[in-house]
């Protein structure tokens, strides 16, 4: 198999559209990534890239370290699985596996070794001899599979290939492509628009909008941890609520009720620049506690009125829509407590499990990133040529300025020395201007 490395790959088509920006991520062999987002975040025109069937307009494609940005699509040893099964309908499961590899003139024992290696994989042993017609959805769609996984090549790429099944079996073919991919071992990229296949499947998401990169991680880290409010949006089911307010005096100040939710000694330290101004408050629907829930007294201080409108029941779980103030909230917790449409219950916050989020930039707030207003750094250089910083930065943007500072470091005159004395050593970090003296 292979490793795969995209360096800042774009794609702009004729009229000045740019549907890919800045596309960068080291993929290691073997590994499963998962690019997901809506529908025209870029994610299908990225993996044609990949595969040769786009041109990159700029940017590198790399395999195993070797550019192949100008390789034809069959040079690049990748196989492609698209949503649709597209099976020659005249041949049998046995022929359509075999095609390509009679294509190719492989030796007919080889063709037979590789297609029957294939159909244990993917049991489909027993239907080596029908036609597509006489097969379900899920058996041609481990067809289509089957017949890339006979080319043994470097990558695999899968286009939305369950778009086209029923959600029971969709359920199903997940867990067999994952355990294909073990079998196998390949190095693979899968394209969806499904959080849930994305959060169950990848070793690694990839998640865009509008053509650029939000976030690469573990679907675990991506899932905790969203990196701006779209993100925290678009990942998890229901969606993270969004409460509005004002940080006020070490409290969370919600708009439209004016209730306060106070917080942790951490909370206030990581929200210290926010004093006075609009936050965004993230709560998964699974972190809210019901007022009637054992662990509500434990967090009654972060609670807040929610005024139920419509009640989800889905088995043993419910979801509880309601209206916060001016915003809204979903409340996802087991059907035991009786929970009734168009009254006002209490709901804590759990908040080991809060997210915080800037209400201009939707940047989520964390130690790396606690900036509170867009940040331009200015320098100048006063009468002895030292930089003048003219800005107070924090988070990241403070190391920015240390960074610049460290480049343009004081310069000062030497002192008269005795030409006879061994030159000393200048501080370290400072910049000592040239002994015209040895020029001479």
Same mark, same amino acid.
């Given at each position: ?7 800042k790959?774009?794609?702009v088509?004729?009229g000045?559209v ?7 991520i080291?993929?290691?062999d ?6 997901v987002?809506p529908?025209?975040?870029g994610?299908s ?6 595969a ?22 069959k /040079? ?5 699985v698209?949503?649709s ?14 095609y390509a590899?009679?294509?190719?003139k492989?030796p007919k ?7 029957r290696e ?5 049991k489909l ?7 597509p ?8 769609q481990?067809?289509?599979l089957?017949?890339?996984i006979v080319?043994?090549?470097?990558v695999?790429?899968m286009?939305e290939?369950l778009s086209?099944?029923d959600a ?8 067999e ?7 196998v ?7 969806t ?7 169950t499947m990848a070793s690694?998401i990839?998640?865009m909008?509008d ?9 675990n880290?991506v899932?905790k941890n969203p990196?701006?409010m779209?993100?925290?949006g678009?990942?998890g089911?229901?969606a993270?609520n969004?409460?509005?307010g004002?940080?006020e005096n070490?409290?969370?100040?919600l ?5 306060k939710?106070?917080?942790t000694?951490?909370q206030?330290?990581?929200?210290k ?15 809210l506690?019901?007022e009637?829930?054992e662990?509500f ?6 609670s807040?009125?929610?005024?139920v ?8 779980i419910i979801?509880?829509?309601?209206e916060v103030?001016a ?6 917790m087991?059907?035991?407590y009786?929970v009734k449409?168009?009254t006002?219950?209490s709901v804590a916050i ?6 915080f989020?800037n209400?201009?930039t939707?940047?989520a707030i964390t130690?790396e990133y606690c900036?509170?207003?867009e ?8 009468? /002895?040529?030292?930089v ?7 988070g ?12 343009f470091?004081k310069?000062?005159k030497p ?6 004395a061994?030159?000393s050593?200048?501080d ?13």
């Amino acid at each position: 198999m292979a490793s795969v490395q995209l360096i800042k790959v774009n794609k702009v088509y004729d009229g000045g559209v740019h549907a890919v920006h800045d596309f960068s991520i080291d993929i290691k062999d073997k590994e499963f990534i998962v690019f997901v987002g809506p529908s025209g975040c870029g994610k299908s025109t990225t993996l044609r890239m990949i595969a040769g069937l786009e041109e990159i307009s700029y940017g590198d494609f790399l395999i195993d370290g070797k550019i192949m940005n100008s390789a034809a699509p069959k /040079d690049r040893d990748i196989a492609m699985v698209f949503q649709s099964y597209a099976l020659y309908p005249q041949m049998t499961v046995y022929n359509n596996m075999a095609y390509a590899l009679k294509l190719r003139k492989v030796p007919k024992d080889e063709i037979d070794k590789r297609v029957r290696e294939a159909a244990k994989i993917l049991k489909l042993t027993p239907y080596l001899d029908r036609k597509p017609r006489a097969l379900s959805g899920g058996q041609r769609q481990r067809v289509a599979l089957g017949r890339s996984i006979v080319r043994r090549p470097k990558v695999f790429l899968m286009d939305e290939p369950l778009s086209n099944l029923d959600a029971k079996l969709r359920v199903a073919m997940r867990s067999e492509i994952v355990r294909i991919h073990e079998e196998v071992g390949a190095t693979t990229i899968y394209v969806t628009h499904d959080q849930i296949e994305a959060m169950t499947m990848a070793s690694r998401i990839v998640v865009m909008k509008d053509g650029y990169i939000q976030q690469i991680g573990e679907p675990n880290e991506v899932y905790k941890n969203p990196a701006n409010m779209f993100v925290a949006g678009f990942i998890g089911t229901p969606a993270m609520n969004f409460l509005h307010g004002v940080m006020e005096n070490g409290c969370f100040v919600l708009d439209g009720t004016g209730e306060k939710i106070k917080l942790t000694a951490e909370q206030k330290k990581l929200l210290k620049n926010y004093e006075g101004k609009q936050l965004v408050y993230g709560v998964r629907p699974e972190n809210l506690i019901f007022e009637k829930s054992e662990r509500f007294e434990k967090f009654k201080d972060c609670s807040f009125k929610l005024k139920v409108g419509m009640i989800e029941l889905l088995g043993d779980i419910i979801n509880v829509h309601g209206e916060v103030g001016a915003g809204k909230a979903i409340l996802k917790m087991s059907n035991e407590y009786p929970v009734k449409e168009k009254t006002e219950i209490s709901v804590a916050i759990d908040c080991e499990h809060a997210r915080f989020f800037n209400a201009t930039t939707g940047k989520a707030i964390t130690p790396e990133y606690c900036e509170y207003e867009e940040v331009e750094i200015t320098k100048s250089l006063d009468e /002895d040529n030292v930089v003048i910083i003219q800005q107070k930065p924090q988070g990241l943007f403070a190391k920015a300025v240390e960074a610049v500072k460290s480049l343009f470091k004081k310069k000062t005159k030497p002192e008269p020395q005795n030409t006879s004395a061994t030159e000393s050593e200048p501080d370290q970090g400072e910049a000592v201007e040239p002994n015209t003296d040895d020029k001479k």
